[in-house]
């Protein structure tokens, strides 16, 4: 312990030595465990703000959504659920809590008094709110009887609220949804935005009936429908059964696609963690080719500093370094530039990364992973790029070595 | 016992497709605190005799016993070992480390001790002081005039205590004056029982050895 002792701290004296040969290659692996701290950061980030998200809407849920994968890749968005499925399922699903039907209309123009806004209607049953975790904050819900009624009643968001309204109560107000005035009775909890960047709050909801019957001109179709489930560690089981039960409802023959599609919220989190996807990509590829050119410098550097040292060698070849000192010495000179360069590019991602917040809305979270990813990498770079100079150094002959 | 007992050490390089023999037999016995000098023109063998005998290399025929040891068989590590313990090299360019402190200089044939004896610094300070540079401790090389350079080298030499010291024209680059210096100081270590070998081509640095021998063309003569 005392010999490897010895020499690591000769490789600190020579680190602090070699200060231009210690500047490049430590900048370099910075730069590379910089971006490979961010993307850690950044995808944990992203699973956190889904599991979030999810979490908020309900883990015990899925949506059921109108159309096929492939009716939607050729742009058909034909609606395919119906107000009898929401039944049925209700029927025959006896842990299904929950089952609410939805259909939206966007870019509908609204107004109040001489303020218009354009946004997106919502139609679904009094159980809208508690389907979503989305509370009622002002006012009240709708009722069962304002939906068997058709009845002209709303539930707004906060951003509605404030476009229409300002300061105004919106409560017991009438609003104009495209020619039907409509009695806004309740003001949902703000929600913020979408990870793409729209506002939750931009929405007003209305009976479903209210909005089939007399702005849609329909009877039996609804864009989708929102299921909660007590059971839901067996959510999985549950999503098979409710295809194999709408697909026998739909009368889909075996050869036929699904003609819906059932969201669980793994799949939304799988969603959410795909977008930020992209950039994590280009980061990731930016930070590995970095920290490959980064090893590169390292080895270089290196090779060259051993042919320059190769007196030294020789001096410590002569005065007993054996193959193994001289080897352990410029291993442990290459990783302990490696680990310096690997804490300063995890300060130096931590420091963009408030940059990269503000530029791209990237949600990051730094926690022991992208610490330990960094280090584990520069570790891994100062060892693999350092190990080969190092083998050259111990294997000179000591007598050419003392004489060049 | 001899400290050193070489029996017709023959080495052999191979350059192209030539074997050239550089050292052709030879036999020497040399006495524990001794002040022997091998005095030869280059290309006489003398440098590769003075490897042989300080363990960086071994002879491709013949038998060296170092301390009653066997070494011409012994593998890198071993030699390594030896060289720590035993044996204190003074070379012709000095060869200090350039950025390490004169007293890391003198620590370093320590680093590589297999036992650590703790009281290193103290050592390496008392020959400092003897060869009269206690004052230069915390100094780089550079900093240092040829002379000193060679004191603070042979300080190095001596710290692991070694039987021997093989000084390879050790006043190759100084001036009279303090050529003569170095040898004084290798004359006084030598008194204290330290066996010296000197390597010169020049008969006045020789001079001060108490044995001479002449190699030629890879014998003694």
Same mark, same amino acid.
Not at chain 1, 134 to 138: G, I, K, L, N, Q
């Given at each position: 312990m005392d010999r490897l002792y010895n020499i690591f701290s000769q490789s600190v004296i020579a680190v602090k030595a070699f200060k231009l040969r210690t500047f490049f290659c430590l900048f370099s692996v910075a730069l590379g465990i910089a971006a490979i701290t961010i993307i850690v950061a950044a995808t944990e980030g992203a699973y956190k703000k889904a599991y979030e998200l999810v979490a908020r809407f309900g883990p015990d849920s899925i949506l059921i959504a109108s159309g096929g994968d492939e009716a939607r890749a050729i742009g058909r968005f034909d609606k395919t659920l119906t107000m009898d499925d929401v039944e049925a399922i209700k029927e025959n699903?006896?842990?299904?809590?929950l089952v609410v039907p939805m259909s939206a209309m966007r870019g509908i123009n609204i107004s109040y008094r001489d303020k218009k806004h354009q946004t997106a209607v919502f139609g679904s049953t009094n159980d809208y709110s508690s389907v979503w975790t989305?509370?009622?904050?002002?006012g009240s819900d709708f009722t069962e009887d304002d939906v068997k009624g058709l009845r002209n009643v709303a539930i707004i968001g906060t951003y509605i609220a404030e476009q229409l309204f300002g300061s105004e109560d919106p409560i017991g107000k009438h609003i104009r949804v495209k020619n039907i005035p409509v009695e806004v009775v309740g003001v949902l909890a703000e929600r913020g935005t979408t990870p793409m960047g +729209? +506002?939750?709050?931009?929405r007003i909801i209305i009976p479903i009936t209210t909005l089939m019957r007399k702005?849609?001109?329909?009877t039996k179709y609804v864009s989708t429908i929102r299921a909660r489930f007590v059971d839901h560690e067996r959510l999985a089981i549950r999503q098979l059964e409710i295809k194999q039960f709408l697909r026998a409802r739909h009368n889909l023959r075996p050869s036929d696609p699904d003609d819906f599609r059932v969201i669980t919220p793994q799949e939304v989190v799988k969603f959410l963690v795909a977008m930020t996807g992209s950039l994590t990509i280009f980061l990731g590829v930016a930070g590995v080719i970095s920290l490959v050119v980064a090893g590169f410098v390292l080895a270089n550097l290196f090779l060259l500093s051993v042919k320059e040292r190769s007196k030294e060698i020789g001096i410590r070849r002569a005065t007993g370094a054996k193959k193994s000192d001289i080897l352990m010495q410029f291993l442990s000179e290459a990783v302990i530039i490696t680990t310096a360069g690997g804490l300063l590019g995890f300060f130096l991602g931590y420091a963009s990364s408030g940059l990269l917040k503000m530029v791209a809305e990237f949600e990051m979270h730094f926690s022991w992973k992208a610490f330990a990813a960094g280090l584990v990498l520069a570790w891994a770079v100062g060892v693999g790029f350092g190990l080969q100079p190092a083998r050259k150094a111990a294997n000179m002959n000591p007598i050419d070595a003392i004489r060049r | 016992m001899s400290l050193c007992e070489l029996k017709e050490i023959r080495k052999t390089y191979r350059i192209g497709d030539e074997d050239i023999e550089v050292l052709k037999g030879i036999t020497l016995n040399i006495e524990k605190g001794e002040f022997l000098a091998i005095m030869g023109t280059s290309g006489s063998g003398k440098t590769t005799l003075m490897n042989m005998i300080g363990c960086l290399d071994v002879p491709t025929s013949g038998s060296y016993k170092l301390t009653g040891q066997e070494?011409?068989? /012994?593998d890198d590590d071993e030699l390594s070992t030896i060289r720590n313990e035993h044996i204190g090299f003074i070379f012709q360019s000095f060869h =200090? /480390? %350039?950025?390490?402190?004169v007293l890391e200089n003198v620590l370093l044939p320590t680093l590589? /001790?297999? @036992?650590?004896?703790?009281n290193e610094k103290e050592l390496a300070m008392n020959l400092l002081k003897l060869v009269g540079l206690q004052d230069r401790? @915390?100094?780089?090389?550079?900093? /240092?005039s040829g002379g000193q350079q060679q004191r603070v080298a042979i300080a190095r030499a001596l710290v692991n205590e070694p039987e021997l010291l093989l000084a390879d024209? %050790?006043?190759?680059? =100084?001036d009279s004056s303090t050529a003569a210096e170095i040898m004084k100081i290798l004359t006084e270590m030598n008194n204290k029982g330290t066996t010296v070998v000197l390597i010169t081509h020049d008969e006045k640095t020789a001079s001060h050895a108490k044995r001479i021998l002449k190699i030629s063309d890879g014998m003694l003569v």
């Open positions: 699903f006896d842990t299904a809590y989305w509370p009622v904050v002002a +729209s +506002s939750l709050d931009d702005l849609q001109n329909e | 070494v011409s068989s /012994l =200090l /480390l %350039p950025y390490a402190t590589y /001790l297999d @036992k650590r004896r703790h401790a @915390k100094f780089r090389p550079n900093q /240092l024209e %050790p006043t190759g680059q =100084l």
